[in-house]
T-cell receptor, first 111, second 115 residues
């Protein structure tokens, strides 16, 4: 079973920041938080990951709470092309463990 | 760089038949994972290959098998197809043994329909 809980869907106005929450209350000390997204009819796309510090790249920012039990993915200026299903995943960084996807959050960007 | 490629893009089979799906990883990647994605669901992990061996396996029956070749490409085989095997089959590649392992790159998938 997935170790994360996400809202099934969210709306965000185009040009505004989209804040996608994720709960992972059972996260272990060696597990990272990863975010992927899947645009309709495409394979999932890696967005960002972090352990305990906040992270930022050209696509998004990841805010992880101090107790690491939850996180928020921020898309600073959402566009229509950001409409997708967003998956939050927790797992160790080594390859000796399988990735478990939940159902994700379906993000609708409204014009 | 072509990224992860999969073939065929679409496939229609009948119950009881066998199917083989193919995946070529991103250049330089040595680890391949396969996922099944039913309509409206997240991808479900089937198995992972590196060094030409199955390393991890999800909760899938033995009808699902795979292979990895010396050039790191991989095949997914499904025997005795059931209607419930209809899904999008995704291949993901990554570079093993590094912190970037989980930055998996996914292919576009193969849409399998079982009639």
């Amino acid at each position: 079973d997935a170790k994360t809980t996400q809202p099934p869907s969210m709306d965000c106005a185009e040009g505004r920041a989209a804040n996608l929450p994720c709960n992972h209350s059972t996260i272990s000390g060696n597990e990272y938080v990863y975010w992927y997204r899947q645009i309709h009819s495409q394979g999932p796309q890696y967005i960002i990951h972090g352990l305990k510090n906040n992270e930022t790249n050209e696509m998004a920012s990841l805010i992880i709470t101090e107790d690491r039990k939850s996180s928020t993915l921020i898309l600073p200026h959402a566009t229509l092309r950001d409409t997708a299903v967003y998956y939050c995943i927790v797992r160790p960084s080594s390859r000796d463990d399988k990735i478990i996807f939940g159902k994700g959050t379906r993000l609708h960007i409204l014009p | 760089d072509a990224g992860v490629t999969q073939s065929p893009t679409h496939l229609i089979k009948t119950r009881g038949q066998q199917v083989t799906l193919r995946c070529s990883p991103k250049s330089g990647h040595d680890t391949v994972s396969w996922y099944q994605q039913a309509l409206g669901q997240g991808p479900q992990f089937i198995f992972q290959y590196y060094e030409e061996e199955e390393r991890q396996r999800g909760n899938f029956p033995d009808r699902f098998s795979g292979h990895q070749f010396p050039n790191y490409s991989s095949e997914l085989n499904v025997n005795a197809l059931l209607l419930g095997d209809s899904a999008l089959y995704l291949c993901a590649s990554s570079l093993g043994d590094t912190i970037s392992y989980n930055e998996q790159f996914f292919g576009p998938g193969t849409r399998l329909t079982v009639l």
